[in-house]
């Protein structure tokens, strides 16, 4: 994975300082300059249609340079070593933060699942969804359900890919083993597999065992093309609850998970993306 630019959009919220350790970790991990952003969202127009018609008395000159000043503090305090630029824009979150990174190279964006502070507004899970959305770049996004038990390590020292044997599962495989080469993380391969038809003289057991075994031998084809070696969690249940339980289980750092095109979520893990994200008690990384 080649990682030049990370847009990482900053409310200076508990959460954004959280996730900073993860983004020092990736930034010095691949050489990359980090780009903060801050997003002012205008007061509410005094009246809409085409001639909307913002309150006068909001001073946008000197919100951005007090804004700037507290993103180079951030910087100096939260990415020490790394090259950092800053920037402050206003309108729409979502927007703004899809269309920098298109525009802009950027490599990875990295954001919490939603924020607590003057601009909590800016990275609310909604916000968040909607990047995931938009954005055909990779999305780094923290625990938004983390156990007290559980806690990741900014550099992953184990990885799970959650993978649906479909036709875009050998790409999200090799995106997978080529992060844990560069983290010399260990790697598991996660899938849930939705209950069939009963046929008829089966039992629930039988047809369960048939239903896992025959994922196993795919996913075992799958990873003779690959090249891979990783471990493999199979489980009959829906995607968010299986990767969640096995994220507990093998203590992992960080989920990897496909993500479709920018017309929405593919496939049946894919489907699930948002699920996948607010279950996951570590972060996870769409693809």
């Known amino acids: 994975m080649t990682i030049h630019r990370i847009l990482f959009p900053v409310d200076f919220s508990e959460r954004s300082r959280a996730i900073a350790p993860f983004v020092l970790s990736l930034a010095q991990r691949y050489k990359a300059n980090v780009t903060l952003m801050n997003i002012i969202q205008p007061p509410p127009p005094m009246y809409g249609g085409m001639n909307t018609v913002y309150p006068e008395t909001f001073d946008y000159t000197e919100s951005r340079k007090t804004l700037l000043q507290s993103l180079e503090q951030f910087a100096a305090s939260e990415l020490p070593k790394v090259e950092v630029s800053c920037m402050v824009d206003v309108g729409d979150p979502a927007t703004l933060v899809a269309d920098y990174a298109h525009t802009n190279g950027i490599d990875l964006i990295a954001m919490p699942t939603h924020g607590y502070g003057a601009f909590r ?5 909604s916000v968040t969804a909607k990047v995931l959305h938009d954005s055909r770049i990779p999305v780094w996004t923290s625990a938004h359900a983390p156990e007290a038990s559980h806690r990741a390590h900014p550099h992953p020292r ?8 479909d036709k875009g599962a050998r790409s999200l495989l090799d995106a997978a083993a080529a992060i844990t080469n560069e983290t010399g993380a260990t790697l598991d391969i996660v899938t849930a597999v939705a209950e069939g038809v009963i046929a008829p003289g089966m039992a629930d057991a039988d047809l369960e065992k048939l239903l896992v075994d025959g994922t196993r031998d795919v996913l075992a084809k799958l990873q003779a093309e690959a090249g891979t070696h990783a471990g493999m969690v199979v489980e009959i249940g829906g995607p968010a609850k299986v990767i969640r339980e096995a994220a507990l289980a093998k203590r992992a750092d960080l989920v990897i998970a496909g993500r479709g095109s920018v017309h929405g979520l593919m496939g049946r893990l894919q489907a699930n993306g948002y699920s996948i994200i607010r279950e ?5 990384l769409s693809i």
Request: hydrophobic share 55%; glycine share 6%; proline share 17%.
């Open 280 to 284: 996951a008690p570590c972060p996870v």
């Open 158 to 165: 184990h990885i799970l890919v959650a993978i649906d044997p």
């Open 121 to 125: 507004r800016a990275l609310l899970g």
